[in-house]
Nanobody, 125 residues
Framework: HVQLVESGGGSVQAGGSLRLSCVGA????????VGWFRQSAGTEREGVGA???????SYADDVKGRFTISKDNSKNTLYLQMNRLRPEDTAMYYC????????????????????WGQGTQVTVS
């Protein structure tokens, strides 16, 4: 059964924007730390950003200033606003939820997240 459902991926030119969404189909997102990861062909899954229960955020260095993660608890939805996209941002993007807290220097680790969506493809050319 699917607990997280992503949408919003697509193809965009470099410099463009996309907004990804993730709905908690069987999870109440306010009860978890939720985040975004991405994986391109031949690479390991890497963290993009996360938002804690208290609303604090952490981002990977290469997306800081370009990507913004946010959450609407009333809609049980997580968002990733991606601006100034680059070809190297091309990847499958996954939403994840986990029972963790983190400090500002947290380095996103996929093993900390126990719930995953099926991914949405982002292609930047």
């Amino acid at each position: 059964h699917v607990q997280l459902v992503e949408s919003g991926g697509g193809s965009v030119q470099a410099g463009g924007s996309l907004r990804l969404s993730c709905v908690g189909a069987e999870l109440t997102l306010r009860g978890y730390c939720v985040g975004w990861f991405r994986q391109s062909a031949g690479t390991e899954r890497e963290g993009v950003g996360a938002i804690a229960r208290d609303g604090s955020t952490s981002y990977a260095d290469d997306v800081k200033g370009r990507f913004t993660i946010s959450k609407d608890n009333s809609k049980n939805t997580l968002y990733l606003q991606m601006n100034r996209l680059r070809p190297e941002d091309t990847a499958m993007y996954y939403c994840a939820a986990g029972d963790l807290e983190f400090d500002p220097d947290y380095d996103l680790d996929p093993s900390d997240f126990g719930y995953w969506g099926q991914g949405t493809q982002v292609t930047v050319s």
